[in-house]
Structure formats: C-alpha cells, structure tokens
C-alpha cells in the first residue's frame, strides 16, 4: 500500500539553454466559452509542451521562435494553429457517430485484458529521460495554505520491463510558498513530491490495477465512446466486484479503439472503509489527531511520441479529508493537490544518479531549500497559475515577508 501525506505538528518553513521565446494565451469551448483546464499544448515536432490551468490559460517557452502550436484534449478535436502572443483558441467539441454499433460493442473486460497485452507494444521500448514541471498545493478549507513548484528530470525504463523500479526523478529548480499563520501550524506534507507521478504511473505500475490477479477483483462496463484528439476511444467503466484486504478503485478507463493503448486512466479509491482508505492515505499524525479520508483520485494521461508509442504526458492526485482534535466540535476540511506535466525530452538518456534521486519518501518542502532559485519562471516551461491561485500565492508571499 502507498502511504502519500503526512501530518506534521510544526511550522512549514543547474540551468538549462534560455528559453527567450514565449507564447501566452488561453483555450475555452467553442461553443459555451467556458475555459478548457488540462487542455494539451505543444509545439508540433519540437517535444515541448505544456498544459492549460483551471482559467484554460497557458505559456509556452522555446529556445527558437515559436511559428505553430497544437491542442488538444479529451472529447474535443484538435487543432494546429499559427502562434500568435495571446491567441484565444477555440477548442471545438468533438461529434461522433453513435449510430456505428461496432463503436460500442464488445466485451469491455476482454478489451482492458487486450490493451494490457500490448503494452509492451503500445509504450516506450526504450529508457527515456523527460523534463517535467510539478506542482503541489495545499488547501485549507478554502483558502491555500502551501503552493511548492519544482523542475524536474525523470528518467523512465522501457516499458516492457512493466516495473518502476528502476525509474527516478530529481529536482533541478524549486520554489516553496507556506503560510506563517499560526493557525495553520497543522500542516499537511506531501510524501514523494514528483516521484509520485512514476510510482502512480498506472500502465507501468502493475500493482495498481492492471495485473491478473487485480483485474479479477473489478467489473467492467461499456460506457458512450470519446475522442482524445481525433481518434476514437473506448471508454469503459470499472467498480469494484468484491470486498478486498485492501481499499479499490472506481472510475474510467479510456482505451484507443484503433491500436488498444491505454490514452487516459482516472481512478478513485473506493471510500466505503475508511480505516482502509485511512492506512493508503497517511503516513503518520501527531498523537491525539483524527483523521478522516474524504477522496483519494488520480489522473494518469498519454500522449504519442514521435515514433507514435504512447507516454505518461500528465499526471494529477487529489486527496480530501478532514481533521479535527479529540474534544473539539468542528473537523477542519482539507485537499491536497499534486499536478506534472512532461514539457520536452532530453538527450541523451542518461540514468539519474542514486545519490542525486528524489526518493518516494522524500518530502519537496524538505529538498527545495537546496534547488530554490529566484528566477523560478525564467528558463522553464510552467502550468500557468490559475487566476485563484495566484492571487492566494500573492497573500502567502506577503504574509511571509512580515
């Protein structure tokens, strides 16, 4: 089991080449206008990319001018435009043909079993080294409490070893943004930082889901098709079938009709026991604290490389909860975010050295002090800050600086 927060009874306290060229704007529905979060953006054949915040905003960073971009994202067709400094794309719905039975049919646990055959085949058959972009922020209530940011390189083996044991991560930059109110001395850490993206990389991990013995504990259901960009997927549903030792999942596994490679996988622990939830959730708590799991969610996404072969491209966690003391009234609610986007590829390959990794039971509170730079946005590309999100790191900086 994965144990991935800790609550703590205290007080929170290598460039790459310029990237001069930058292309700022934002992506809503062409039809509502409403903002498109997590939509895809990257620059056709370069490999750099990034994503869309909640506002659908973005920046993207080259060290070249910046002539095309492309987008794309779940259930809209994609697009290739010409870049242009504050462009406002206009991400058109994507219509399909219900009519097609053949879209539909089929035996949903025969699929999943058929795509987890051919992972070997579907993803990376060799070891690769990627530049990321990791965000975690921490609410309290409504209100931010911690906003930490880190660059990082993660080197991933092939796939066809299905193992993430010999996949690493380690920070180059970091900037880390607490609270100095007293009342939030409760405070909650994230374990594992950007590690947690390769341990939760749900196609790679076969200790998640996608293994014999797990897949026999599901049920699969055929649910309405959806494109990702503009090829097809089978979307199908999984519950779980039966009471386990440990805590499963629910959620929706979107699959590529045509080559049977996983595209997008979102899963969300099953609550039901909460002394089960409880035990994958929390590491540790100060004595005396009750702890209550509310929500435990991952996002697992893929996108093709140039050679066509399927990669982790986005990945984000959520987890909810409450915590109140022994002899108070009132819990207070708390929700702990944890978002990575692949932005570019480096080569060659090389292996992260194991002295220099970001381990799982890492904290990034802890490291960021050795990587803090004051020109945290100058040379990478970022998850633009939502407009809520700025505005609470705004109030966290001054609040620090008294």
Request: charged share 25%; glycine share 4%; proline share 6%.
């Amino acid at each position: 089991m994965l144990s991935i927060i800790t609550l703590l009874l205290s007080a929170l306290m290598l460039q790459p080449q310029s990237l001069e060229y930058s292309v700022r704007g934002s992506v809503v529905d062409a039809q509502s206008r409403r903002p498109v979060a997590a939509a895809s953006v990257y620059i056709p054949d370069r490999g750099i990319a990034t994503v869309t915040n909640e506002d659908g905003t973005f920046v993207i960073k080259s060290d070249s001018p910046i002539s095309k971009l492309g987008f794309t994202h779940l259930g809209y067709r994609s697009l290739t435009l010409d870049a242009e400094e504050g462009m406002k794309v206009l991400l058109p719905p994507m219509a399909y043909p219900l009519q097609e039975a053949s879209i539909i049919s089929g035996d949903p646990d025969r699929i999943v079993r058929a795509a987890v055959d051919k992972i070997k085949e579907n993803y990376p058959d060799r070891d690769e080294l990627l530049r990321c972009f990791y965000r975690e922020t921490i609410r309290k209530r409504q209100r931010y409490i911690a906003v930490n940011e880190a660059v990082a390189r993660m080197y991933k083996h092939s796939y066809a070893w299905r193992s993430i044991s010999g996949d690493r991560t380690a920070l180059e930059k970091s900037r880390i943004i607490v609270s100095q109110r007293r009342r939030d001395t409760l405070s909650v850490v994230m374990v594992g930082g950007p590690n947690t993206a390769t341990t939760l990389d749900v196609v790679k991990n076969p200790d998640i889901i996608f293994n014999p013995t797990d897949l026999e504990l599901y049920t699969f259901k055929m649910e309405s098709p959806a494109y990702i960009g503009d090829r097809l997927n089978f979307v199908i549903s999984v519950e779980p079938a039966v009471r386990a030792d440990y805590p499963l999942y629910r959620g929706r596994i979107y699959i590529d009709r045509e080559s049977l490679a996983f595209r997008r996988v979102e899963l969300s622990l099953d609550m039901s026991d909460p002394v089960k939830a409880t035990r994958m959730m929390l590491l540790r708590r100060p004595a005396g604290l009750r702890f209550t799991p509310k929500e435990l969610s991952i996002v697992a996404s893929y996108g093709p490389g140039e050679d066509g072969r399927m990669r982790l491209d986005y990945f984000r966690s959520q987890m909810a909860f409450n915590c109140d003391w022994k002899r108070r009234l009132l819990a207070t609610a708390y929700t702990a975010v944890s978002e990575l986007v692949v932005t570019d590829k480096i080569e060659p390959a090389v292996q992260i050295p194991r002295a220099g990794q970001f381990r799982s039971n890492d904290v990034l509170v802890d490291q960021a002090p050795l990587f803090l730079d004051p020109d945290f946005w100058k040379d990478y590309n970022i998850i633009e800050p939502s407009e809520s999100l700025e505005s609470a790191s705004g109030r966290l900086v001054r609040q620090s600086s008294k």
